[in-house]
């Protein structure tokens, strides 16, 4: 069988005019036939004969008098996916009102019987209507439509689908062709819409019928209310809760204004004749309960052609409502109605369905003969609730809490626009947790331009600073030498997170650019912390509105808040959006007209983009070039400096080797010994500030120099037996395990290995580590014997050893193994720390080691009265892969 390109839908119609419900009611009395089918002559019309063959459909018109036969007639092409259903299809003969007859065939997809489907199975159908001509007009079988009906095209939620209703009447049945959207239903219930009927007059299928869609059992058991008419209208509820979303017709495509909360307007429908199941959706709140309907029918200046309904149906998705009015109120001009529920309603949907009306005769009839120009109307529909008569402040104070009633409070000012998020806004302090956390839903509702002057007073009055980023520094230290060992500032616990302030962000972000005025001017005038808030969420959301204002900021900033403006500034930098500015920004007569402080973190904050922007070398060497620099800008320029040489800034480069060699102040070329290390062209440089008289100078070039050894970076000639004399005589420990560290990292040369050898002896145990570190990963097996000896000795310092028995791992010592397995076995009952620290490192190097009978050395520890780490440390020792070549 052919695969249709369609995906199947069941019809879901609850009418009694539903799509199976009907087709059923009628074969029920007609009887399904398998061709030939005859329909006989009347009514005027010729008679029609129908046969389904295998490659299509025969049918043949007949005179009145003649006895019919499909037999050479018409055979009517069906579509390719078709052809394969034809053994499965059926002709059901249809009566029209008027006595007419047309044949409804129906093949159902994969052979199923239309409506016998189970849920989930593909029950589509293609149907034909196929009717006689009238008599005298013509021989030609009328094709009245045909298609696929219960296929649904389109996205999910968007689908549509044709459906083919046979709606059976007193005598006789209407055939009506529509369609159905997933997303125009009476509140979940399907619908059909842009109904077609076929006109027993001329036989053709008519646009703009209407059609009852409620079932007729439904109906039968809605509840009965009776409107009660007011002479003067019912006080209107401050905030209209009903909204329309979809009516199945409106008149000019006025659906909006059926709840406008103005009478002069109104809606109506826009089908033939009285209306009957034409009706209008509307979204509610479900936290609200609705009590009434008040209604307002005839506008005042009338509607061409308007009628009243006589009854029409209130629904929900669960229950539904037949409403009778009581009079023709298209003649009572100033009247209103109310409708007084016989319970409190809660529902997220609402209806109205139109049902008879108070029309001219002849045309609320089914069959009758249309009447295009009636248009049943409503002016005006309003829900009743328990906040009728309260002003928007009354609701606002109805918030506090966050109960019931405060929700359903909250759900009506949600709805209520402007004026409701003015009073929600105007009277937020005044409520309790519970009660904000309601209003801040309410405003969310606002258009960005009404949110942003609240979240930003949110943002500016409930700012926490946030803890200053790792690693960050001043230009000078607060006091002390520039050799004083550094301190440990105490980190305060994070605060609580404050969901006003969350909220505020959340809301600023999702508002985007629109919030840049605003933030800006926080950022400008706020507070300290609010400043650095607004900052970064000015930088995120318009990051080139953000750099102007931040450098405005930056200029007279200081200290943490100064840094933290840096930071923002870093941030809207980063981004693309504000390339532009940022270039115009480093253009020098913009950049001059800044004050110093603000042109030094401009260029800070581009960070490793600096020397991508056109410009940067300029500005740069504009503020480097200036006489009487003092120590913040010397101090400051370091760091762009190193960009810029790394792109080849032939300027930056001299600036940095100038600042390491000469500048007098020690933090300076300490500061330059720091960002050096990424500027090949400056080794020889740090080298030579590897003596700087100053120890913490001394120290930088040195982890310099290690960082950039161990990156394989070429460090100059020289540089081994530089650093071997710092290790041999300088007499601060963390120069000398500095220069040892940094040796290690260089590929070995003998005099390095030597250097390392001689500082086993170093009266610092952190020394002796870095030089077994260094022997090791040079696997300097020329003075295997001295490590050997550090690793035996129970004398020397725990750690020491443990480096040592790694370093001869490294080296591939093979005669060490026995005694790397004692260490590892006496680490599954240790007496003290420093059997785990020995064992887990004789562990680690007998994994690199790997001798044959590692699995058997190691068996005891795979036992389960090994503790759990231990254990694990052994296996990983034993799927390691070797370093070492066995012997």
Known sequence: MSRSPFRFRRPRLGAAAGVIAATAAVAGNAGAEVAPVVLAAAAGQQALAVRIDPGGIAARICPAAAVCAPDGGKVLAVPSEVVPLLGGARVVPVTLADGKRLAKIEAPAAGKSAGAGAPGTASGSWVMLLAAPLAG??????????????VATGEHGEGRSDAVVVEPLGSGSRVLVGQLHDDVTICGRPALVSVSEVDPRTMTLVKGASFQNLSAEERRAAGKVVAERRDADAAAPAFRLLRPTAASSAVGRRI??????DPRTAWSEGKAGAGRGEFVSFSSADEVGITGIGLRIKPPDGVEGGAAPRT????????????????????????????????????????????????PAGTGGRGAPSAPEVRVTIAEIAARTAFDGQGPAALVGALAGGGERSRAAAALLARGGPEAVEAVIADYDKLDPAGRQLARGVIDTAPCAAQIPFLSARLAGGAVAAPPAPGAASARPASGAASAAPGRASRAAPPEPDPELHHARDRIRRCGRAAAPALAEIVKAGAAAARVAAARELALVAPAEAIPALLDAIAG????????????????????????????EVQLERLRARPEEAQLDLLRALGPALGRVKG????????????????????????????????????????LRASLRKDADAHVRLRAAEVAADVPALAPDLLAAA????????????????????TGAKLPAGAAEALAARLASDPWTFIRGGAALAIGAMPATPSGDRALFGALADSSPEVRRYALDGLGAHRATAHIEAVRDRAEDKEEDVEVRARAILALGAMCDASSVDLWTRLALRAKAPIGEHDQRLGSAALAALGSVHPADLPARLKPL???????????????????????RRR
């Open 557 to 584: 900033a200081r200290g943490a808040a100064r840094r933290d403006l840096r930071v923002a500034l870093a941030l809207a930098a980063r981004s693309e959006r504000a390339a532009p500015v940022v270039e115009d």
């Open 256 to 261: 909006a204004e059926i709840a406008d909360g």
């Open 616 to 655: 940067g070398g300029a500005a740069f060497q504009a503020l480097a070039s200036a006489a009487g620099a003092p120590f913040e800008r010397r101090y400051l320029l370091l760091a762009p400096a190193a960009v810029l040489a790394r792109a080849g800034g032939a300027p930056a480069e001299a600036y």
């Open 312 to 359: 029409l149906f209130v629904a929900t998705p669960d229950r539904l409502f037949q409403v009778s009015l009581p009079e023709d109120a298209w003649l009572k001009e100033s009247a209103g109605y109310e409708v007084k529920l016989p319970e409190e309603i809660k529902a997220s949907c609402i209806a109205v369905v139109l049902d008879d009306a108070y029309a």
């Open 137 to 150: 007009k013509g021989a030609e079988p009328l094709v009245l439509w045909s298609g696929w009906t219960g």
């Open 862 to 884: 795979l036992d389960k009265d090994t503790p759990h780490g231990l254990r694990e440390v052994a296996r990983a020792a034993l799927s390691a892969a070797p370093q070492c």
């Open 691 to 710: 003596s700087d008289p100053d120890v913490r100078v001394r120290e930088a070039a040195i982890v310099a120099l290690a960082r950039a050894a161990s």
